[in-house]
Structures are given as C-alpha cells and as structure tokens.
C-alpha cells in the first residue's frame, strides 16, 4: 500500500489526468452515499467500478487535514493520498468536465470568483479545456484576488459584476450565504460553475439564472438534499453530468448553463485511483507495510 502526501498527490494527478478520471466518477457504474458528519469529521464513501473508497476530512475551521482511502477488487488497499489536496484538484477537475460537456469551445473568457483554496484548480480545470486567454479574478479580500491573480497570470478585480459582465466561463468556490454577482450581468450563452456552496443554506448564484438556466448537478440526491443555489431557488436539475456523457441528455442552443456541484464520493476514488496508479508506475510515494 502506497501513501502520498499534498506534494506528492499534485505531483501524481495533473489537471488533465484529472479531469479524465472524473469521466468514470460520474458514469452509471458507481455508488455514491451520502456523505455523513461523525464528531469533527465528514466521511465520504464510494465506489467506482471495482474500486471503492472513503475520504475522512476534519471540519474543524483552519484545520484542513484527512485522507482518502482507495481499495481494489478483492478488498486489498490500494493506498491513502492528502485528502486536502485531492479535493481541490478533485473538485476543480469535475468543474472542467461539466466545461469540456457544456461550455462554448471559443471560451476565452474566466470570471473566477472566489480565491480560497479551491480557486486555483479552479482556474487549472478551466484552462486544461478551454482556449482560456484572460482570468478575472474577485474576492471578498482584495489582498487574495491580487495574490491568485499574480499567481495564475490573472487579473484581480474590485466588482464582481465586472468580471461576470465580459466571461464566458464563471467559477465560483467561495462559502455564501446569498449570490455573488447580479442576474443582469450574466451573458447569454456563459457557463457557470458553482462549487462553493454545499449545505442547504449557502448560495452564489442569483435564483433568477437558476431558474432560468439549463442545470446540471453532479448527483440529483446530493443536490436535493445539499445544493442550496437549486433548494432557494425551487429548481430541479435539467441533468446530471452522468446524463451528458451516456448522451441522455444536451443543454439548448445558447442557453446559460449552470454546473452545481456539492461533491461526491465516486470523484475522489476516481481522482485517487489515478494519482495511485501513477505513483506506482514512478516510483513516487512511501510503500507501508
């Protein structure tokens, strides 16, 4: 069994490996529970295929540290990655999936709202599927904005009306409680994605362009019971990623699209998998007994 710490797991799960190994996280052949809260921690079991798996990540604030636990068809573990680390790259990563399936492939344009931890794979998942030429980038903290744009070749900026008026793509992964940017400032064919907001009470996104637009969810019992942008909102997904790729379903000609996202379990044993396999295959990582 093969543990990788945060440098080794980036090391081992580019962006674009990433983002194909969230083509089978969101097929028909998975299981994906509910996540549940025990003490201080989240647990979130999955499986893909013949592999299955558990992410443990403390919720405490300012602690961000866990797991994620992959096992193999006969039961035998795989090997652990930084559970930090996969989410981010995760999360991003099935951010630029949903942008590969629904986004204008002329997008040029990014709105990254939002510079916490997950802005940066953010921003690397969007890139890795789109001609990306220009990344506007907001935050509650000016401070931040100008440190992820200076660090992504971006551009920090005070309004995000601003930056959401000229995108063609719009990310968001900030903790709100109420949206981030008005419903007149989103343009006709962009796509959004929202992976912020996760508890019944957080949203980015205006109710006007939920209603409105053609939503895709990553799972639709997750989004029921998690996404509070669709739960103020009173929509229901149009689709869910899985649905896009087994060709059951296709946003209309011009529509706003809107990619909401809460996370699921198959995403990170799918992403850990990958990151496993290629560790194995370059040595790279620490062999426990």
Request: hydrophobic share 50%; aromatic share 4%.
């Amino acid at each position: 069994m093969r543990f990788l710490d945060a440098e080794q797991t980036r090391e081992c799960l580019p962006m674009a490996a990433a983002v194909e190994s969230q083509v089978a996280a969101f097929g028909d052949d998975i299981e994906i529970p509910l996540r549940r809260q025990l003490g201080v921690s989240l647990f979130m079991p999955g499986r893909v295929g013949e592999h299955a798996g558990m992410k443990v990540v403390s919720t405490v604030p300012g602690n961000p540290v866990g797991l994620v636990m992959v096992v193999g068809p006969d039961g035998s573990p795989l090997g652990i990655v930084d559970g930090p680390t996969l989410t981010a790259i995760r999360t991003g990563a099935g951010a630029g999936l949903a942008t590969r399936l629904l986004a204008r492939p002329d997008a040029r344009v990014l709105a990254m709202l939002g510079a916490g931890a997950m802005a940066f794979d953010q921003i690397a998942a969007v890139r890795a599927v789109r001609p990306i030429e220009r990344v506007l980038v907001w935050s509650r903290s000016r401070e931040r904005a100008e440190q992820l744009a200076e660090r992504v070749g971006g551009e920090a900026v005070s309004d995000p009306d601003e930056a959401v008026a000229v995108a063609d793509v719009i990310s968001c992964a900030t903790p709100a409680e109420s949206p981030l940017f008005s419903a007149a400032s989103v343009r006709p064919g962009s796509h959004i994605n929202a992976v912020g907001a996760f508890r019944p009470g957080m949203m980015e996104v205006p109710v006007e362009v939920t209603r409105e637009a053609f939503v895709v969810v990553d799972d639709r019992d997750a989004a029921a019971a998690e996404a509070g942008d669709l739960i103020a909102a009173g929509k229901e997904p149009d689709a869910t990623v899985g649905d896009l790729l087994a060709g059951r379903a296709a946003a209309p000609t011009g529509s706003v699209t809107f990619f909401k996202s809460v996370g699921i379990g198959s995403q990170d044993v799918a992403a850990a998998r990958a990151a496993l396999e290629e560790a194995q295959r370059r040595g790279i990582g620490t062999v426990l007994a």
